[in-house]
T-cell receptor
Framework: ETGVTQSPTHLIKTRGQQVTLRCSSQ?????VSWYQQALGQGPQFIFQ???????GRGNFPPRFSGLQFPNYSSELNVNALELDDSALYLC???????????????????FGPGTRLLVL | SQELEQSPQSLIVQEGKNLTINCTSS?????LYWYKQKYGEGLIFLMM?????EEKSHEKITAKLDEKKQQSSLHITASQPSHAGIYLC???????????????FGAGTRLAVHP
């Protein structure tokens, strides 16, 4: 196990509703990234949080938003759910070393078990 | 934008056989990660390669990075049913991505190992 936990494990919503997914990072990690994995595809980067601020975003609309808390846990919120939002949502935690902030960083990302979201 | 292509898409082998999975990038690789995923579950980190020519091994799994070919290979020796799952390669799309690291992934290689 990686020490990264996610809740809930499964969720069923209807189109137009809003959902909040939660992630607790591994001990000692200060960065959380969220990914969406559609069936049969590789994960796609949604955004990353560092020091409670969004620190990089993929090609996802603004209705995908997030938070990071002082204890480095994180939430992913999705408003106005669409059928295509049905997917496995993965969070990954990593450790950012501020000494190498502006340099190439290679912090390994450790993934949680995911939340399976079904939108009907 | 950078893309990762994995081959084969799926693989069925007999227990005890060796196998190789490839990951080819459309652009220069600056870091290559291999993960394993059981169906519908999270990703398990296997290993990370940084330098051209680098080779790492963990138990019966060996990964190599060929920067010139912009390619990495994952080799499993004497496969076991426990090796079954989806193998995903991930890479950083650029060396300096505004201070944050995101990964792009291939579509995965689905491996089944029959006893």
């Amino acid at each position: 196990e990686t020490g990264v936990t996610q809740s809930p494990t499964h969720l069923i919503k209807t189109r137009g509703q809003q959902v909040t997914l939660r992630c607790s990072s591994q001990s000692g990690h200060n960065t959380v990234s969220w990914y969406q994995q559609a069936l049969g595809q590789g994960p796609q980067f949604i955004f990353q949080y560092y020091r409670e601020e969004e620190n990089g975003r993929g090609n996802f609309p603004p209705r995908f938003s997030g938070l990071q808390f002082p204890n480095y846990s994180s939430e992913l919120n999705v408003n106005a759910l669409e059928l295509d939002d049905s997917a496995l949502y993965l969070c990954a935690s990593s450790r950012r070393d501020t000494r190498t902030f502006f340099n190439r960083n290679q912090e390994t990302q450790y993934f949680g078990p995911g939340t399976r979201l079904l939108v009907l | 934008s950078q893309e990762l292509e994995q081959s084969p898409q799926s693989l069925i082998v007999q227990e005890g056989k060796n196998l190789t999975i490839n990951c080819t990038s459309s652009k220069t690789l600056y870091g290559l990660y291999w993960y394993k995923q059981k169906y519908g579950e999270g990703l398990i980190f296997l290993m990370m390669l940084q330098k051209g020519g680098e080779e790492k091994s963990h138990e019966k799994i060996t990964a190599k990075l060929d920067e010139k070919k912009q390619q990495s290979s994952l080799h499993i020796t004497a496969s076991q049913p426990s090796h079954a799952g989806i193998y995903l390669c991930g890479a950083e799309p650029q060396p300096f991505s505004g201070g944050y690291n995101k990964l792009i992934f291939g579509a995965g290689t689905r491996l089944a190992v029959h006893p």
